[in-house]
T-cell receptor, first 112, second 116 residues
Framework: TQLLEQSPQFLSIQEGENLTVYCNSS?????LQWYRQEPGEGPVLLVT?????EVKKLKRLTFQFGDARKDSSLHITAAQPGDTGLYLC????????????FGKGTSLLVTP | GAVVSQHPSRVICKSGTSVKIECRSL??????MFWYRQFPKKSLMLMAT?????????EQGVEKDKFLINHASLTLSTLTVTSAHPEDSSFYIC????????????FGPGTRLTVL
């Protein structure tokens, strides 16, 4: 199992602030997914990054895949209360077949 | 597209009984589905990989006789928690690959199991 270290584990910020969540590993991944999960619901896929150095934007969210495909970051600009939730990174590698290795998650709370 | 459903969404049962959870891919065929378990405020823990027409592959530490998985068709996988105990209480989530060979997984809404 390839370990994904996700940080920070908890983050409480005020509306309008910026934040970055990091996902790091010593293993190389063929792709990395970011999910957002609300309490009592399943995770919802936000983005998949595949190419080393890739940057993807989803409105106020910016996702980056490291050049070596071992790490990724999620940056949120001007956070809003609706961004509150559990953010999960998950990596796939050829060793795991189609199974994903999940990070521990970042619990984000954005207060008005 | 890529919608996964789970049933039931919540279930409460007595110790010693068995509970079946269904996972369905509604608008696509899924040769592979996955079952996860999630504790409060924690990440997802992969329990097993369910392959259509063959035996499931269980992760280390997951009892195959305790958590029976059946993937009888390309759109349905079931997880049966046998002889349930209070420590089996958890949030169970399934997912499916949208297209074979792609790493992306789409998740069901989860099933909250409470064992009294």
């Amino acid at each position: 199992t390839q370990l994904l270290e996700q940080s920070p584990q908890f983050l409480s910020i005020q509306e309008g602030e910026n934040l970055t969540v990091y996902c790091n590993s010593s293993s190389v991944f063929s792709s990395l997914q970011w999910y957002r999960q609300e309490p009592g619901e399943g995770p919802v896929l936000l983005v998949t990054v595949v190419t080393g150095g890739e940057v993807k934007k989803l409105k106020r969210l910016t996702f980056q895949f490291g050049d070596a495909r071992k790490d990724s970051s999620l940056h949120i600009t001007a956070a809003q209360p609706g961004d509150t939730g559990l953010y999960l990174c998950a990596g796939a590698s050829s060793n795991s077949g189609y199974a994903l290795n999940f990070g521990k998650g970042t619990s984000l709370l954005v207060t008005p | 597209g890529a919608v996964v459903s789970q049933h039931p969404s919540r279930v409460i049962c007595k110790s010693g009984t068995s509970v079946k959870i269904e996972c369905r891919s509604l608008d696509f065929q899924a040769t592979t589905m996955f079952w996860y378990r999630q504790f409060p405020k924690k990440s997802l823990m992969l329990m097993a990989t369910s392959n259509e027409g063959s035996k499931a592959t269980y992760e280390q530490g997951v009892e195959k006789d305790k958590f029976l998985i059946n993937h009888a068709s390309l759109t349905l996988s079931t997880l049966t928690v046998t002889s349930a105990h209070p420590e089996d209480s958890s949030f169970y989530i399934c997912s499916a690959n949208w297209l074979a060979g792609l790493d992306e997984q789409f998740f069901g809404p989860g099933t909250r199991l409470t064992v009294l």
